[in-house]
């Protein structure tokens, strides 16, 4: 079955490049909608809380994840049938280049309020005060986060567990986003936001990974991205975001990170990479990295499904 998730993925890749976001009913609308519904009826703002919600809206997810596993066993085709569709269900690559493409035209023309509308529904820091300079920072900033949690992390996890790893993925960082919608209650999100810390560990390696290798393709330095990744993360307070955004700060050749306000308090960030501050003409280069990314990371994710299947291979070969 392992031929058969590794054609699901890349059909799924191929999926959200061309269906996108036309169709309604995607999995990150439904996993948002029960975590929010999950979160109603848990209000207490305590860390036990919290883990209940995430392991409600998680544990949901593998569940019917497996559920949909099952439909395939022993049947390669509609295996690959359905990782594709549970592929393009939780992607979020297609997603990603819309709106960094309106970010980047909204900053084009300079319009600063719609730039800090579209932000403000897709990054959680505070952007009512931003210039453009500082708006094509965090919008720089954003695709690199997103390229990462909503494109290489459910792949790869995919690649791993099959459906109910691609909702898994997407379900812990939904349940994360849900439990800080509410800045008050910061103990009730701390259990989400040590497992997305987690699950997230080896995707945001792949991520800097592949944004080396894909940097020449959009005109950027895979040596610089390599460098900013290497040096400038050691002191950058996130185990992950760091690594990702430092490896686009480097193939861009701008710099990144600095004092950054979110609605809890101001936090001073290393500054990530080398060059000039980011422009309009540097988010549409991130956008189209991040599309890059995507598809080295589909392939990647192919070939990691396709290790299982190469490893009983070998050990029959070797048995005779």
Do not use: K
Not at 28 to 56: E, K, S
Request: hydrophobic letters at 45%.
């Amino acid at each position: 079955m392992s031929a058969a998730r590794a054609v699901g993925l890349l059909l799924g890749v191929m999926a959200d490049a061309m269906v996108g976001e036309s169709v309604r009913g995607r999995a990150d609308a439904t996993l948002a909608h029960v975590a929010r519904a999950v979160r109603r009826r848990i209000p207490a703002d305590h860390p036990l809380a919290g883990a209940v919600h995430v392991g409600v809206v998680a544990g949901a997810a593998v569940l019917t994840g497996t559920a949909v596993e099952r439909l395939g066993r022993d049947r390669p085709l509609v295996s690959a049938a359905t990782t594709a569709a549970g592929t393009w269900a939780v992607l979020g690559g297609a997603r990603l280049a819309a709106d960094g493409t309106a970010l980047a035209r909204h900053l084009e023309t300079g319009d600063v309020r719609a730039t800090r509308e579209t932000l403000a529904h897709w990054d959680s820091r505070c952007t009512q005060d931003l210039d453009s300079v500082s708006l094509a920072r965090a919008s720089v900033e954003a695709v690199a986060h997103n390229a990462s949690d909503t494109v290489v992390a459910p792949l790869l996890w995919g690649a791993v567990a099959g459906v109910p790893g691609l909702l898994a993925s997407r379900a812990v960082g939904t349940a994360r986003r849900v439990a800080a919608e509410q800045p008050g209650h910061r103990r009730f999100g701390v259990p989400s936001s040590c497992l997305d810390t987690a699950a997230n560990l080896l995707p945001t390696r792949l991520t800097a990974v592949l944004t080396v290798a894909g940097a020449p393709v959009v005109g950027g330095s895979a040596r610089a991205a390599w460098r900013a990744w290497r040096r400038d993360t050691v002191l950058h307070p996130n185990p992950n975001s760091g690594r990702v955004v430092a490896a686009y700060a480097g193939a861009l050749e701008i710099r990144l990170g600095g004092r950054t306000a979110y609605p809890d308090g101001v936090r001073e960030l290393p500054v990530l990479g080398d060059g000039r501050n980011p422009d309009a003409g540097h988010v549409t280069r991130a956008v189209e990295l991040s599309r890059v990314v995507g598809w080295l990371a589909g392939l990647t994710s192919a070939v990691v499904a396709l290790v299982p299947s190469l490893r009983r291979r070998r050990r029959s070969r070797t048995a005779r």
